[in-house]
């Protein structure tokens, strides 16, 4: 009997030994319970802003989108906004999670070196999340300690989900961003068939920046939206500032440089940096063309084998004057007559570019390996970046010429999209008859 009461009194003693460590033992940091953070739940849940351009409370600056990146040391978020150059001011990032709030963390506010003279220039603020929390969206704030006041519109943290998974997993191959559709802008059969002619080179998306367009390229627009291929993401800049129509403030005035273009070239490079192996940054009136390649993954392929650590491809542009017509007019289509905008089958004249002054380039970069960008160059950058020769790849650009005094003997014929043409016209003429616009006459 007295054997069998000392074994239950260890055996209690083991039991009680055994809580105690437990409840009193500090456990590890990395397994740490995640303290409670501070309001009710409903604090941030209802305020998400559905705007791509939000206002941020008592400054003069506008918010973009909010992402996830890691790349540079002790950072976890980088938001994207539109800051005056002449009113930066402290600011703090604040963080919610489940309606639940944390402490504040000093913001790092960097500007874009490209403002071209404008009062508002591209800006991202960099943040770190406080430890233990798990932020699912982000807002800033001018003090540091405050709780969120009503009028707090929230920023969801975009790309937290897909952070690390490999290149050949990602949802596309190749991406388009398209900066900025501004005025009444209509040129529908160029647009038509630089989308088309995408399609055939394996462009799987085409990101389009639309602050307003003409009316029939708007329903042209909408139809490819809604067969997935193009996704609109709604500007309206000149609801909040006066954008200028040009590049440079001296010449042009306004508040930022056209239409807000560097801001939503950067944005498209981190809305598809986990979804799209590779981001081209061109013209809504630009293709990029490889003359070696059927397409832009066989391209990308050999390119890629020859420069592993090239994260940056710079492909010349070359100007196809319009007011130079291919003499036969095989390509002057009745069924497209009536539709507004030019056909690029009948331009295959091409300048050859000046060499002695600044001639642009357009890329296709591989957008993990980006950080900031302008419009012919990226400013910051992982890798290294390599200017693809013009017999393997060049921009076609069918447009007003750059050199008028040109006479048609000094120009180059250049039939490169005829090669295309006999899935490219039918493809043409199917978009065009699904919005109405095809002459069946």
């Not at 004057?321 to 009536?338: A, I, T, V």
Request: hydrophobic share 35%.
């Amino acid at each position: 009997m007295l054997k069998r009461f000392k074994k239950k009194l260890v055996l209690v003693f083991i039991t009680a030994l055994f809580l105690f460590l437990v409840l009193t033992v500090k456990t590890p940091s990395t397994y740490k319970s995640i303290p409670k953070p501070s309001g009710p739940p409903s604090a941030c849940s209802m305020r998400i802003s559905k705007q791509t351009i939000t206002p941020l409370n008592n400054t003069k600056h506008l918010l973009v989108s909010a992402y996830m990146d890691q790349r540079v040391k002790d950072f976890d978020i980088r938001i994207i906004g539109i800051f005056r150059r002449d009113s930066i001011q402290p600011l703090h990032c604040f963080f919610c999670c489940a309606g639940y709030l944390s402490k504040t963390t000093p913001a790092t506010i960097l500007q874009h070196p490209d403002n071209f003279g404008f009062p508002f220039v591209t800006t991202d603020v960099m943040c770190q999340i406080p430890q233990n929390f798990n932020a699912r969206r982000v807002t800033l704030l001018t003090t540091p300690e405050k709780e969120s006041p009503s009028t707090d519109q929230w920023l969801p943290i975009r790309n937290k989900d897909t952070v690390g998974q490999k290149e050949e997993n990602m949802q596309f191959d190749f991406t388009v961003c398209i900066s900025n559709l501004f005025g009444d802008y209509n040129n529908v059969l160029q647009f038509a068939q630089t989308l088309e002619m995408y399609k055939l080179l394996g462009v799987n998306r085409v990101v389009i920046y639309n602050t307003s367009c003409g009316p029939e390229l708007n329903r042209l627009l909408q139809s490819y939206s809604d067969e997935g291929f193009v996704e609109m993401v709604p500007w309206p800049i000149d609801k909040h500032l006066n954008p200028s129509r040009g590049w440079l403030h001296s010449e042009h005035g306004g508040d930022l440089h056209y239409f807000g273009q560097l801001t939503t070239l950067n944005e498209c490079i981190y809305r598809s940096m986990e979804r799209s192996r590779y981001v081209l940054l061109n013209d809504i009136d630009e293709i990029i063309m490889p003359y070696q390649h059927d397409d832009l993954m066989s391209l990308m392929n050999t390119l890629r084998n020859q420069h592993p650590n090239v994260g940056v491809f710079l492909i010349e542009n070359h100007i196809f004057p319009k007011k130079h017509f291919e003499p036969s007019g095989r390509f002057h289509l009745p069924q497209w007559n009536g539709v507004p905008g030019i056909n690029i089958l009948e331009h295959i004249y091409r300048e050859d570019p000046a060499r002695n002054i600044y001639h642009p380039h357009k890329m296709i970069v591989r957008p993990r390996m980006v950080e900031w960008t302008s419009v012919h160059e990226v400013i910051k950058n992982f890798g290294e970046c390599y200017k693809v020769p013009l017999d393997v790849c060049r921009i076609i650009h069918v447009r007003v010429a750059l050199q008028g005094s040109l006479t048609l003997e000094q120009l180059n014929v250049d039939k490169r999209l005829w090669d295309f043409q006999e899935k490219l016209i039918p493809n043409v003429d199917k978009v065009l008859k699904r919005v109405g616009m095809l002459n069946l006459t």
